[in-house]
């Protein structure tokens, strides 16, 4: 299985003459880096530096198109235009509803940078252009393997900063541009380099729990489950406090269940041995 239909998925047209002024002051990716046919990860965040609306975007003909989830669209047309104020810029839902996603195979749309970094060729178009045999979970799979978050599946409005998702390792995250909402904060967490949560693939020998469980060493929580495929899973944990327990050889249990956490291979992260601190 190589494409995928996704049908909780949703799109925002942005033009106008201020388009991409307006978005390069708002939210975390670097626009004039963008390249045609690719999407990038973004978000608009809070004035506290966490994610508020995490989405896609890419080049539209002079504008920008957004993709995110079905259940965000609204919310997120609502906030820009709440700062959209006196700027020449349209903001326009799309009517078509769900993604189709393609990899290992030759199709149209455009690349999706996260998948990229992870050295698979991805791409994905608005609709359903998918066949029949569509399976979503194989894209699930693929992007838990890879470690590859998404949004209300492995972290939720308002409760994680960029960094807890790799949004700096991904190209979401630019720290050269200008301000924008909650740069200040992201910023000094990297510069300080005092992000200590980090999104890390699961893998255990038995079925895992459901999306919540709680990941313990010693019976004190580290992070906890989001996304879930039977043995294998995505979590947003301490990487400070997992790597004192792998290198003092102790269980780091998702519920009752030991598991393993890996570092995606892209990030060229590594877990600390010693703690230092909380984020900022």
Same mark, same amino acid.
């Given at each position: 299985?190589?494409?995928?239909?996704?049908?909780?998925?949703?799109?925002?047209d942005?033009?106008?003459?201020?388009?991409?002024?307006?978005?390069? %002051?708002?939210?975390?990716?670097?626009?004039?880096?963008?390249?045609?046919?690719?999407?990038?990860?973004?978000?608009?965040?809070?004035?506290?530096?966490?994610?508020?609306?995490?989405?896609?975007?890419?080049? %539209?003909?002079?504008?920008?198109r957004?993709e995110?989830?079905?259940?965000?669209?609204? %919310?997120?047309? /609502?906030?820009?235009?709440?700062y959209?104020?006196?700027?020449?810029?349209d903001?326009?839902?799309?009517?078509?509803?769900?993604?189709?996603?393609?990899w290992?195979?030759?199709?149209?749309?455009?690349?999706?940078?996260?998948?990229?970094?992870?050295?698979?060729?991805?791409t994905?178009?608005?609709?359903?252009?998918?066949?029949?045999?569509?399976?979503?979970?194989?894209?699930?799979?693929l992007?838990?393997?890879?470690?590859?978050a998404?949004?209300?599946?492995?972290h939720?409005? #308002?409760d994680?900063?960029?960094?807890?998702?790799?949004?700096?390792?991904? #190209?979401?995250?630019?720290?050269?541009k200008?301000?924008?909402?909650?740069?200040?904060?992201?910023?000094?967490?990297?510069?300080?380099?005092?992000?200590?949560?980090?999104?890390?693939?699961?893998?255990a020998?038995?079925?895992?729990?459901?999306?919540?469980?709680?990941?313990?060493?010693?019976? /004190?929580?580290? #992070?906890?489950?989001?996304s879930?495929?039977?043995?294998?899973?995505?979590a947003?944990?301490?990487?400070?406090?997992?790597?004192?327990?792998?290198?003092?050889?102790?269980?780091?249990?998702?519920?009752?269940?030991?598991?393993?956490?890996?570092?995606?291979?892209?990030s060229?992260?590594?877990?600390?041995?010693s703690?230092?601190?909380d984020?900022?």
């Amino acid at each position: 299985m190589t494409h995928a239909f996704l049908p909780d998925r949703a799109f925002l047209d942005i033009g106008g003459a201020d388009a991409e002024s307006f978005l390069q %002051n708002l939210i975390t990716s670097d626009l004039p880096s963008l390249g045609e046919a690719e999407a990038a990860p973004g978000a608009l965040l809070t004035p506290q530096g966490k994610i508020l609306f995490f989405f896609l975007i890419a080049r %539209n003909g002079a504008g920008f198109r957004l993709e995110t989830d079905s259940a965000s669209r609204d %919310n997120l047309l /609502k906030r820009l235009m709440m700062y959209r104020l006196r700027a020449a810029v349209d903001l326009i839902p799309l009517a078509a509803e769900g993604v189709s996603v393609f990899w290992d195979e030759e199709a149209t749309g455009v690349a999706d940078r996260r998948f990229a970094k992870a050295g698979i060729a991805l791409t994905r178009q608005p609709g359903n252009a998918a066949a029949e045999t569509s399976d979503a979970a194989a894209y699930h799979r693929l992007r838990i393997e890879h470690g590859i978050a998404e949004a209300s599946a492995d972290h939720s409005d #308002g409760d994680a900063f960029p960094h807890d998702v790799l949004m700096d390792r991904s #190209g979401g995250l630019s720290f050269r541009k200008g301000c924008y909402v909650g740069q200040e904060v992201v910023s000094r967490m990297q510069h300080r380099g005092t992000a200590r949560r980090r999104l890390v693939t699961v893998s255990a020998e038995a079925p895992l729990g459901a999306s919540g469980t709680t990941l313990t060493v010693d019976g /004190k929580p580290i #992070g906890a489950l989001g996304s879930v495929e039977e043995k294998s899973a995505l979590a947003i944990v301490r990487i400070d406090k997992a790597g004192e327990a792998i290198a003092g050889g102790r269980t780091i249990l998702a519920g009752d269940v030991p598991v393993t956490l890996t570092l995606p291979a892209w990030s060229e992260l590594t877990f600390p041995t010693s703690s230092a601190g909380d984020e900022a």
